[in-house]
């Protein structure tokens, strides 16, 4: 397989993954705003902070009011980061192996950008936005089912399956970090209902709730819920299933040996690191140090392959 | 309202089903005796049905669009095929066989002993004033001795039935997917047609392009690696490259997928690691092709793929450099050429075409430049030209300037008046122009598709075939009537 081919197949899945995430972050923090009383100031500043930090937007809006982030992380063609950005990004990858992947893939691509484009303004008003915003995740699980459904599990898959996973696991990382830090965790009384209702958000942004639930039964706290989010093997989202995916699938692929090796010290690094009795400091450094480790595969697999 | 033969206006050019009003070819009875036969319901559902099959089958191609970058039509194509009886038809296949022999004949002596220049029969002037003449390519034997592998020559035919060849393609002819694909459209679309006709096949064109393309191979291996080299997605013919990487069953790369290493080896950058590369069909301009040599910046290439072709490491079709021998000033000189290297008479004819470069020729193409085509030697696509019917007195003043000034880079044609096929109109068949564009396949021996890819003008009275100015494709049938 050319190494283009499977660079283009690794950053269409993503860039799918990205447009997924962000669509459900700005859906979670509309409801969660809702929740909140007028005198937690919480907002929509962090949403910024998760996905692209703050410079480039304070660069191009005033203040980070609500309209201001939608439109910047939704329709902005400035951001490189925005849902727009990514789905054109995701096209154009998927465009360029067109004839190799299975053509009901590429219609769904393209489809999900034309409607996109399409629907930018319903992206960007609040009455029909959860609804529109709802259409990008189902659209992109859709393209998930139908390539595992379809299309040969060989080296191409592989290597969709590790940029989404990638993806997904740096995504984790970030909403942990964000979101951990701008909770305070030694609350009483009336605040810590509202303690809860964010944590409770932070599962929600990884669609991580009612597994959660189902999982640990116990009221929302802030060490099960990190435990959950980056340790739980079996949910498909937490950090640590997201790497036992990469090792596995850089084991289907040739010349594999320092990208799962890469794989495996962070896994080491993630258990034994026990991020769930974190204070808030420690769990920040700890974090990064999980970023820097993806980054290190990420490069392991650019320089290996592509 | 149903076709009626009888109000067809064939008016005085020649037409390639209908002799005259009301009275079809040989060849083409049974097709305007079904046609005839089809209400306008019938018609109008066939063409969807070709139209939902080209949308099906993604047969499309691009074009540039100013604010919304570019994007995918589908190919425009009319359900009424252009018939040619075998026996004609094999006529023209010797001559293109001829024609390609002796231009390959021609390119190879050029970049080696150039004979034909010593002998007189080319002017040096010429050949140093060629813009496509590669210094570069000097000294070069490559495999077989052939450098245009693959040629698309366009034929005409004028109102008087004879077939001309209008120019020849000698760099990156494209067209052939489309031909190929027409068939499958007409298949779906007139099955019945396939029973009455004997029509012969087109589809062995992958194959024959895959085993030329490996009769080139530097190293003497079962599965040579051939690849399909491609500007990229961006490109108009990207279509015709991914079509034509995937019926041969080649990899389809881009410039960045390759890259020479200090052995003059071309590698391919796989997951695997490197994997040697045997035969590149390279569909970017020689000009394109190695930024070590031409365009320092050009971003398609792949630096040092001279080195590695001079070196024999690797083919490459068509040659660089082939280019030299379709400009519009050496196509003057093409009968020449075939009785030079070949000793035989052209089968095909050229459109008579005066060389402006000689004195008598120049004198009449002044006087008669209202009735001429005029065209600039190295220019392609249309640009630079002196349509003289059609042009202002003051045009025709400025091409006698011109010509006066630099005679060498200009020839001249008389108008030829395109012949006609009936074409899908509503659910009426008119009278439109058209050409046809055969590929011609140069390796071990020289095979020819069978027809071609046939351009339809579709606007009323217009000649451009160009599907990114109006024009579309027939399917042509090459059909046996002896059968």
Same mark, same amino acid.
């Given at each position: 397989m050319l190494s283009r081919v499977a660079s283009n197949m690794f950053w269409m899945a993503r860039y799918l993954e990205r447009a997924e995430n962000t669509a459900r972050l700005i859906n979670v923090n509309s409801h969660l705003l809702m929740d909140l009383p007028t005198t937690v100031k919480l907002g929509w500043e962090p949403i910024i902070d998760i996905l692209s930090g703050r410079d480039g937007f304070y660069e191009r809006y005033d203040k980070a009011d609500e309209a201001s982030v939608v439109k910047y992380l939704v329709t902005d063609k400035e951001n490189p980061g925005s849902i727009i950005n990514s789905l054109t990004q995701a096209r154009e990858n998927a465009r360029t192996v067109r004839e190799i992947?299975?053509?009901?893939?590429?219609?769904?691509?393209?489809? &999900?950008?034309?409607?996109?484009?399409?629907?930018?303004?319903?992206?960007?008003?609040?009455?029909?936005?959860?609804?529109?915003?709802?259409?990008?995740?189902?659209?992109?699980?859709?393209?998930?089912?139908?390539?595992?459904?379809?299309?040969?599990?060989?080296?191409?898959?592989?290597?969709?399956?590790?940029?989404?996973?990638?993806?997904?696991?740096?995504?984790?990382?970030?909403?942990?970090?964000?979101?951990?830090?701008?909770?305070?965790?030694?609350?009483?009384?009336?605040?810590?209902?509202?303690?809860?209702?964010?944590?409770?958000?932070?599962?929600?942004?990884?669609?991580?709730?009612?597994?959660?639930?189902?999982?640990?039964? #116990?009221?929302?706290?802030?060490?099960?819920?990190?435990?959950?989010?980056? #340790?739980?093997?079996?949910?498909?989202?937490?950090? &640590?299933?997201?790497?036992?995916?990469?090792?596995? #699938?850089?084991?289907?692929?040739?010349?594999?040996?320092?990208?799962?090796?890469?794989?495996?010290? #962070?896994?080491?690094? &993630?258990?034994?690191?026990?991020?769930?009795c974190l204070e808030q400091q420690e769990l920040h450094?700890?974090?990064?140090?999980?970023q820097l480790g993806m980054i290190k595969i990420a490069e392991q697999i650019n320089k290996t392959y592509f | 309202m149903t076709i009626r033969w009888g109000s067809y206006k064939t008016t005085n050019l020649y037409d390639e089903l209908l002799r005259a009003a009301g009275k079809p070819r040989a060849a083409a009875e049974i097709i305007c005796g079904y046609l005839r036969s089809l209400t306008d319901n019938d018609l109008e559902e066939f063409k969807?049905?070709?139209?939902?099959?080209?949308?099906?089958?993604?047969?499309?191609?691009?074009?540039?669009?100013?604010?919304?970058?570019?994007?995918?039509?589908?190919?425009?194509?009319?359900?009424?095929?252009?018939?040619?009886?075998?026996?004609?038809?094999?006529?023209?296949?010797?001559?293109?066989?001829?024609?390609?022999?002796?231009?390959?004949?021609?390119?190879?002596?050029?970049? @080696?002993?150039?004979?034909?220049?010593?002998?007189?029969?080319?002017?040096?002037?010429?050949?140093?004033?060629?813009? @496509?003449?590669?210094?570069?390519?000097?000294?070069?034997?490559?495999?077989?001795?052939?450098?245009?592998?693959?040629?698309?020559?366009?034929?005409?035919?004028?109102?008087?039935? %004879?077939?001309?060849?209008?120019?020849?393609?000698?760099?990156?002819?494209?067209?052939?997917?489309?031909?190929?694909? @027409?068939?499958?459209?007409?298949?779906?679309?007139?099955?019945?047609?396939?029973?009455?006709?004997?029509i012969l096949p087109v589809d062995d064109y992958p194959s024959h392009l895959y085993d030329m393309l490996s009769q080139l191979s530097p190293r003497d291996i079962e599965h040579p690696e051939i690849v399909v080299l491609t500007p990229g997605i961006y490109n108009s013919a990207y279509f015709e490259h991914a079509y034509l990487a995937q019926q041969m069953g080649a990899e389809l790369v881009e410039g960045s997928d390759l890259f020479v290493d200090d052995d003059n080896v071309v590698y391919m950058r796989t997951i695997e690691g490197p994997a040697r590369v045997d035969v590149i069909y390279r569909r970017i301009d020689d000009h394109f092709l190695d930024p070590e040599v031409f365009n320092p910046d050009s971003m398609l290439g792949v630096p040092g793929l001279m080195r590695a072709w001079k070196a024999g490491k690797v083919a490459l079709a068509n040659a660089p450099g082939s280019g030299v021998a379709d400009d519009k000033v050496v196509y003057a000189f093409v009968p020449e050429i075939i009785r030079y290297y070949l000793n035989e008479e052209p089968s095909i004819p050229n459109v008579p075409t005066y060389k402006c470069i000689n004195k008598e020729d120049r004198d009449y193409v002044i006087e008669n430049i209202h009735k001429m085509v005029v065209k600039p030697a190295n220019e392609s696509g249309g640009y630079g030209m002196l349509i003289g019917p059609h042009a202002s007195k003051a045009e025709c003043e400025k091409f006698k300037r011109l010509i006066r000034r630099d005679p060498r880079n200009y020839v001249a044609q008389p108008m030829l008046m395109l012949s006609t096929a009936p074409t899908l109109?509503? %659910?009426?068949?008119?009278?439109?122009?058209?050409?046809?564009r055969p590929f011609i396949l140069s390796g071990k021996d020289i095979k020819v598709t069978t027809g071609g890819l046939t351009r339809v003008a579709l606007r009323k009275g217009s000649i451009v075939v160009n599907s990114s100015q109006g024009g579309g494709s027939k399917d042509t049938w090459i059909v046996d009537m002896e059968a």
């Open positions: 992947i299975p053509s009901e893939i590429w219609e769904q691509v393209n489809g &999900l950008y034309l409607s996109a484009m399409q629907n930018r303004q319903a992206l960007l008003g609040r009455r029909r936005r959860y609804e529109a915003l709802s259409g990008v995740i189902r659209a992109n699980q859709t393209i998930t089912g139908t390539l595992a459904g379809i299309m040969t599990h060989d080296e191409g898959y592989a290597f969709i399956r590790l940029g989404r996973n990638l993806e997904r696991g740096d995504m984790t990382t970030r909403i942990i970090d964000v979101r951990s830090a701008s909770l305070l965790p030694e609350l009483d009384g009336d605040q810590s209902t509202f303690e809860n209702i964010q944590w409770m958000s932070v599962l929600k942004s990884m669609s991580a709730y009612q597994m959660y639930r189902q999982k640990v039964r #116990l009221r929302i706290n802030r060490p099960d819920v990190l435990k959950f989010l980056l #340790l739980e093997p079996r949910f498909p989202r937490s950090l &640590l299933h997201t790497l036992h995916q990469v090792k596995a #699938l850089l084991e289907e692929l040739p010349r594999h040996e320092k990208a799962v090796e890469a794989t495996e010290k #962070l896994e080491t690094q &993630l258990v034994d690191g026990k991020p769930q450094e700890f974090i990064d140090d999980m | 969807v049905a070709a139209e939902s099959a080209i949308h099906v089958m993604g047969i499309s191609f691009r074009v540039y669009h100013e604010d919304e970058g570019s994007i995918d039509r589908d190919w425009p194509f009319d359900i009424i095929p252009r018939i040619i009886d075998k026996q004609e038809w094999l006529q023209i296949e010797k001559g293109l066989k001829q024609r390609v022999k002796a231009l390959n004949m021609f390119i190879d002596d050029l970049y @080696n002993e150039q004979k034909i220049v010593k002998d007189g029969v080319f002017p040096e002037e010429l050949l140093k004033k060629s813009k @496509n003449f590669l210094p570069e390519c000097k000294g070069v034997h490559p495999p077989l001795g052939i450098w245009a592998h693959i040629c698309g020559s366009d034929l005409v035919r004028d109102s008087d039935g %004879t077939v001309y060849v209008l120019e020849d393609n000698l760099r990156v002819p494209s067209g052939v997917s489309y031909m190929l694909e @027409n068939r499958k459209v007409m298949k779906r679309v007139f099955p019945e047609m396939f029973e009455q006709y004997s109109v509503e %659910t009426k068949a008119e009278p439109r122009h058209l050409d046809l």
